[in-house]
């Protein structure tokens, strides 16, 4: 596990120079009401490092008042905020973990709720249930890398109680 998420470091820290690149000619793509999250995968490989996994890079922009279903990730993923505000839940089986804009690092846990705004990041390990939703006017757009085994879906909805 800890050699997935180096990798995925790795991948992470080597791209972001391409991301700033990309998301500056990519074309925006909204959300709406019938589609609140829009997922647009930016780079995609296999990974050699990695038998059988897939790294990729997707960029989410999550529709204002959008609440994201109770899921879990079939590999490690991290994200960042670029812009607006998200505010995430832990429902069960793990902890996120998140370094904040001024390089703080902290840990949430089952039952705990965290307000993520720009420049802050998180890694979600594989099969924590989560969920998270924007509570602000404005879109949410988060730039994310993953490794997940190839085939898999990006999530899977599980049966949990969310927070209130």
């Known amino acids: 596990m800890k050699q997935k998420i180096r990798n995925l470091a790795l991948f992470a820290a080597l791209t972001f120079g391409v991301i700033t690149a990309v998301l ?3 074309d925006e793509s909204t959300p709406t009401a019938e589609t609140p999250v829009v997922r647009e ?3 995609s490989s296999e990974s050699a490092e990695a038998p059988g996994e ?3 890079l997707v960029r989410y922009t999550i529709a204002p008042g959008a609440v ?3 899921h879990t990730h079939p590999g490690v993923q991290m994200a960042s905020v670029e812009s607006g505000t998200l505010t995430y839940h832990v ?3 793990g902890e996120v973990l998140v370094t904040r804009a001024d390089g703080t690092e902290e840990s949430f846990g089952p039952g705990e709720t965290v307000t993520f705004t720009v420049g802050d990041s998180w890694v979600e390990p ?3 249930v989560h969920y998270a939703e924007n509570l602000t006017d404005e ?3 988060l730039i994310s890398a993953s490794l997940f085994a190839e085939g898999e879906p990006a999530s899977t909805v ?3 109680t969310p927070a209130p």
């Open 54 to 56: 897939e790294l990729a």
């Open 139 to 141: 879109p949410v757009v």
């Open 41 to 43: 995968v930016l780079a």
């Open 91 to 93: 429902v069960e089986n």
């Open 24 to 26: 500056a000619f990519a």
């Open 158 to 160: 599980v049966e949990a």
């Open 68 to 70: 994201l279903p109770v």
């Open 126 to 128: 594989e099969g924590m």
